[in-house]
């Protein structure tokens, strides 16, 4: 028989989901930032793997020459982005969400069973209460990634007033560095989240909206009689 | 059977009403609600970006956003301090082949015999002075990682008088009747090519200085001869070439890049 068994308190799935267009809102304004002055790429030797960024790219998203524009979005979404990264930390510790979202001492082994598992090379994914081990990790990981965000987004803002936190991240030029590469881990994360959510299915996906999700409920006497033993 | 005719429990009408739902109907009903209500919210963020990209623009930028990097700068002016300075970093340091990054203001030849700074306040005759009018103040060196808004910074090497000391010895940048200071300074080449608005105290700041070497030698064209402003608490943006007029005034001087859409105080 089925039940609706209660998953993602509202406040969790507020803060989620007002961070997807203020993120967006941030990573968009930061390239058209980046674009004013872009060096950096991935290369070994010579040879350039990832060039960050081609000028297609830049094109094809319409992100050239708008540097003025991304400043002024930037600087006005960062308190957005600082405001509802804060409440969400604030709301988990103060409500116990902590709990579930804090990588503990299973929380690394069972993150490489449920790798092994999503790839297809073990059969069964360990058991969860609400979020497995690879979830805890990436879902603090990602928590963390957002106060590097705001720490070395500080220390490029204003590198004179706070020269002594520029200073402690490798100087402005590696905290600019720093700031991107943040950035490339939330796009990374995003991807990763998408695919893992289109294959954890439907109740998953519905459970962040609507914040139940449905499961057999295995405490009432099924009407059916019950298979024989083997 | 009514709740009236239930004699063991009373509950409320609403929740006897549910009761009477299957699991599935009421799966069915809160997912149907919630996506309703989630469709409803998303249009939320397309209505707030609808809004801010159709307002009136000021300076090049949508109003809304202009008044909040106002609000900006005024959380800035909170932790400003003329204590806090830019790093400074060893003379060998210093790049040698110094970057240029714009013309404006720059686009027209300047007799360097004829120059002059005119520097003008309100309620007292204009000053007309020669660089070696300048020279006559102690001379400041700095070494410090010049940042361009564009995101690029280069260590450079700048010598001339603190701003500061200018204003001193000329009595300058304080209102006839109070004596309290101005709120901001503003600067322009002498054709007006180019003009830059900065806030007292950052003019203040003991690195900002009225530039006349670089690496050492006498400035050259590219790099603002015969004085310069530089300004390490700004983007490069604010550190004016080529100073033909200084002036004092309580409302915003007008400033270039601030009408081309950039923030007004750009201050680092």
Partial sequence: ?230 | MTPEENTGERLPERKTHREELTTDQQIRRRTLKAFAWFGLAALVPAGIWKWITTRPRAGGIPAPFRKALQANEAVAGSYFSPTHLAPTFPKERAARKVRVNGWDGLKTALDPEAWRLQVEQPGKPALQLTLDDLKTLPKQEIIFQFKCIEGWSQIQHWGGVRFADFVEKYDLGRRPGSGERFGYVGMKTPDGGYYVGIDMPSALHPQTLLAYEMNGEPLTVPHGAPLRLIIPVKYGVKNLKRIGHIWFSDDRPRDFWAERGYDYHVGL
């Fill in chain 1, 1 to 230: 028989m089925k039940k609706l068994v209660y998953k993602h308190p509202p406040a969790i799935r507020w803060f989620h989901w007002i961070n997807v267009p203020i993120l967006f809102v941030m990573i968009w304004s930061g390239t058209l930032i980046y674009w004013a002055y872009d060096p950096y790429k991935i290369q070994i030797g010579d040879t350039v793997l990832i060039q960050f960024f081609p000028d297609s790219f830049y094109q094809f998203f319409r992100l050239r020459r708008r540097l003025a524009e991304g400043m002024a979005w930037h600087f006005v979404f960062m308190w957005l982005f600082m405001l509802n990264g804060l409440l969400y930390v604030l709301y988990t510790l103060i409500f116990g969400e902590w709990r579930y979202l804090v990588p503990n001492r299973h929380s690394f082994r069972e993150a490489w069973q449920v790798t092994l598992h999503d790839l297809g090379l073990r059969k069964t994914a360990p058991p969860q209460v609400k979020y497995n081990g690879a979830q805890r990790i990436a879902y603090s990981a990602v928590i963390l990634m957002g106060f590097g965000s705001l720490l070395t987004g500080l220390a490029i803002y204003k590198p004179t007033q706070f020269a002594g936190l520029t200073g402690l991240l490798g100087g402005y030029e590696t905290a600019r560095l720093e700031h991107f590469i943040l950035t490339v881990g939330y796009v990374l994360f995003f991807f990763v989240h998408i695919a893992q959510v289109i294959r954890a299915g439907w109740n998953n996906f519905r459970g962040m909206v609507a914040g139940f999700e449905v499961q057999e409920d295995r405490s009432v006497v099924s009407p059916q009689p019950a298979d024989p033993q083997p």
